[in-house]
């Protein structure tokens, strides 16, 4: 799965619960808010850096 592939799922993901949030706004903001938000996503998604999670031996050294 490349990135941007990687990105749309989360973003995918997170759909549900953007909707559901944004029936508390008005609705001339909602696509405005909507686009704002996953911009927001992708932006935090390109500058965190993932690593992959230790293993349980790992941890307990």
């Known amino acids: 799965m490349t990135k ?6 989360i973003i995918n993901d997170f759909q549900p619960k953007i909707k559901k949030s944004l029936r508390e706004t008005s ?6 808010l909507e686009q704002e938000i996953n911009t ?3 932006e ?4 965190v850096k993932f690593r ?3 293993s349980f031996w ?3 050294k």
């Open 27 to 32: 609705f001339q903001d909602r696509e405005d």
């Open 58 to 60: 790992s941890f307990l």
């Open 4 to 9: 941007n592939e990687e990105i749309i799922s």
């Open 40 to 42: 927001k996503i992708i």
């Open 44 to 47: 935090k998604l390109n500058t």
């Open 52 to 54: 992959e999670s230790p």
